[in-house]
Nanobody, 129 residues
Framework: QVQLVESGGGLVQAGDSLRLSCAASGRTASTYAMGWFRQAPGKEREFVAAISGSAGSVYYVNYADSVKGRFTISRDNAKNTMYLQMSSLKPEDTAVYYC???????????????????WGQGTQVTVSS
């Protein structure tokens, strides 16, 4: 069982930066593949970024086209924490951001909600114009 707690959300202006954190509990949390999703008002939850687990020798990452070049996903296994560094924020980035995790035995990333077993409660990011 893994518990996830997001933090770092807030109200910022367009063009600003913000870093979200996702703290994971559990002895094997560092081996889990993890991802960020977001849900804007009136819209379905969508994929933002993902990072593979530690099964492989390197970490693989993937981003939604809408955030590529502006957002960076990373993880610090010593702290059992995943991050999402968001730069050049736009009003359309406004959403509740969720982190997710799943066991990963092959060292890959996952882009679909149905592929994740554990979810955080979400953190609100609001970008004003």
């Amino acid at each position: 069982q893994v518990q996830l707690v997001e933090s770092g959300g807030g109200l910022v202006q367009a063009g600003d930066s913000l870093r979200l954190s996702c703290a994971a509990s559990g002895r094997t949390a560092s081996t889990y593949a993890m991802g960020w999703f977001r849900q804007a008002p009136g819209k379905e939850r969508e994929f933002v970024a993902a990072i593979s687990g530690s099964a492989g020798s390197v970490y693989y990452v993937n981003y939604a086209d809408s955030v590529k070049g502006r957002f960076t996903i990373s993880r610090d296994n010593a702290k059992n924490t995943m991050y999402l560094q968001m730069s050049s924020l736009k009003p359309e980035d406004t959403a509740v951001y969720y982190c997710a995790a799943r066991n990963d035995r092959v060292g890959t990333y996952y882009k679909y909600e149905s592929q994740y077993d554990y979810w955080g409660q979400g953190t609100q990011v609001t970008v004003s114009s």
